[in-house]
């Protein structure tokens, strides 16, 4: 027979665990977390804000039903040291691949977000997308991609991703190259980085 002292227990070991915690949905079918930003969609807009906050803009692009999103949201967005360091230097736009809210590119053109999907080359789900203003106002899209993230990334490889484009390291260096520093720098500190 369960005692009161096992069951509470239990219970909360139940919701200690990030892992077994699943991401809230919205009524649109999308994972949501609290520190998304309840945006126009209005790109151009929401760059400039996240410049003048000293931080970039990130677009996640996730579609209902996406096992991998739930992975996203679940997994990598369960760890403190990638949802602290997402708060503290981007502001995180979500977009439906499927969705029709209207979305303004960077070059002013109003469209759906499959539409705006489309046009910005992303085929599957979860896609992240990090913006900056590196000089002048972006003229279009390209100008505006720093880094793109396509599919689900492990948390160290999310992570790795985020600390890339935060660092500067998109301009410097390929993705590939700035892992393999981190993995050296780290391999002589005596970790091994948990990459699985």
């Not at 590119?105 to 599957?124: L, Q, R």
Request: aromatic fraction near 12%.
């Amino acid at each position: 027979m369960l005692t009161r002292r096992i069951l509470v227990a239990l219970l909360s070991l139940t919701f200690a665990l990030p892992g077994w915690a699943e991401a809230r949905l919205g009524d649109d079918g999308l994972h949501k977390q609290d520190w998304f930003l309840d945006s126009f969609l209005e790109m151009p807009d929401d760059l400039a804000d996240a410049a003048a906050e000293g931080r970039y803009l990130m677009v996640l692009i996730e579609q209902a039903g996406c096992p991998y999103c739930r992975e996203l949201h679940n997994v990598n967005f369960a760890r403190s040291e990638i949802v602290d360091f997402i708060k503290q230097h981007f502001v995180v736009v979500q977009l439906d691949l499927w969705g029709s809210r209207a979305v303004v590119d960077f070059d002013g053109e109003a469209m759906p977000e499959k539409d705006i999907s489309a046009k910005w080359g992303v085929n599957f789900t979860p896609t992240t997308l990090i913006f900056g203003l590196e000089g002048d106002d972006p003229a279009n899209f390209f100008e505006a991609e720093l880094f793109r993230m396509p599919g689900l990334l492990k948390p160290f490889h999310y992570l790795a991703s985020l600390e890339y484009v935060v660092s500067g390291q998109h301009n410097e260096q390929p993705f590939q190259r700035f892992l393999q520093d981190k993995f050296e720098e780290l391999e002589a500190q005596g970790i091994t980085p948990d990459v699985w």
